[in-house]
């Protein structure tokens, strides 16, 4: 249940965080908005990290098995360059839809072929109905 909960927020925090950076954009840049995003995240990590007992060295980092997991926060920069574009052109909710749906299909990829570390899964039918469901969801949502 605490999962879900977690996953809620996350979810409602991002809709709300695309449309206050895209604000930030309108008003700034993207690479302003974008580096200020980035930089007050670094802070409050840092803070976060101190306050909660620093239960892994900052040098632990530099041992990670696979190097390329450290391109989350270069992908950070693009996720919040291509979420500001996105709310811009096609509005916050169709943009927040569009992504999930792109999270969802590239999540099941990632486990049916169990890349990057995770645990591979089977196919199942249902996943792709459910799927094919959220896409026709969307259509419906959006008609024009």
Known sequence: MLGIIIAIVSGALMSVQGVFNTGVTKQTSMWTANTFVQATALIVCVIAWYVTGK?????????IDHKY??????MGAFITYTVIES???????????????????????????GMFGTEKVDFEMRKLIGLAIVIVGIITFKWE
């Open 55 to 63: 239960e892994s060295s900052l040098g632990a980092i530099f041992r």
């Open 87 to 113: 709310i811009t052109k096609l509005g916050p909710a169709r943009a927040a839809m569009l992504i999930v749906v792109a999270q969802l299909v590239v999540s099941y990829v990632i486990e049916l072929f």
């Open 69 to 74: 997991m450290l391109l989350g926060g270069v």
